[in-house]
């Protein structure tokens, strides 16, 4: 199966810096997505990328995906209070369409 | 519009109960979802359901759980003689159909057993 490791574990940042949270893959990419998420609220989708070199921007977050397809980064520009929560990289398994396989998570903090 | 919708939203049960979790699909997604997030721990798929296929069962951890989903809408999942191993959260999903498409999640169940 797809490993799918995201650097780092989770993350302080203080309120207008920018932040970059990595996911790497041991295969490669095929589709990948990054979500985020609030407790009670869910996760929610926030951008899929699927060309080498592609690169998608909502709002502050910019994501990339490397030419090689093994490596996404997501970076967030002038951290706001609201951008704090989980981040998941997710990619579709390879042994079975439709199943999902995510990283473990970045958490983010911001503090004021 | 209305999005994916979980119930219970928080379930306490004695180790050993069984307990059934129950999802709402959003209207016309074809493909369904179960995941689960044990604490520090990445999200774990379970099963899932497209259309009237059978549904992939590969990820279930244990013949404890088990899942339906009928008349392509409505799912629950249940877990037979819960175990403390089994708190997490569950969150479900659906997609309008399998493959490159978005995944709506709903809020998902935290379980905790005791």
């Known amino acids: 199966s797809q490993e799918l490791e995201q650097s780092p574990q989770s993350l302080i940042v203080q309120e207008g810096k920018n932040l970059t949270i990595n996911c790497t893959s041991s295969?490669?990419?095929?589709?990948l997505y990054w979500y985020k998420q609030k407790y009670g609220e869910g996760l929610i989708f926030l951008m899929m990328l699927q060309k080498g070199g592609e690169e998608k921007s909502h709002e502050k977050i910019t994501a990339k995906l490397d030419e090689k397809k093994q490596q996404s980064s997501l970076h967030i520009t002038a951290s706001q209070p609201s951008h704090a929560g989980i981040y998941l990289c997710?990619?579709?398994?390879?042994?079975?369409?439709?199943?999902?396989?995510f990283g473990a998570g970045t958490q983010v903090v911001v503090t004021p | 519009g209305a999005g994916v919708s979980q119930s219970p939203s928080n379930k306490v049960t004695e180790k050993g109960k069984d307990v059934e979790l129950r999802c709402d699909p959003i209207?016309?997604?074809?493909?369904l979802y179960w995941y689960r997030q044990s604490l520090g721990q990445g999200l774990e798929f379970l099963i899932y359901f497209q259309g009237n296929s059978a549904p992939d069962k590969s990820g279930l951890p244990s013949d404890r759980f088990s899942a339906e989903r009928t008349g392509g809408s409505v799912s629950t999942l249940t877990i037979q003689r819960t175990q403390q191993e089994d708190s997490a959260v569950y969150l479900c999903?659906?997609?309008?159909?399998?493959?490159?498409?978005?995944?709506?999640f709903g809020p998902g169940t935290r379980l905790t057993v005791t």
């Open positions: 295969k490669t990419l095929y589709g």
């Open positions: 999903a659906s997609s309008l159909t399998t493959g490159s498409y978005e995944q709506y």
């Open positions: 997710g990619v579709l398994g390879g042994d079975s369409w439709g199943k999902f396989q």
């Open positions: 209207s016309g997604h074809t493909a």
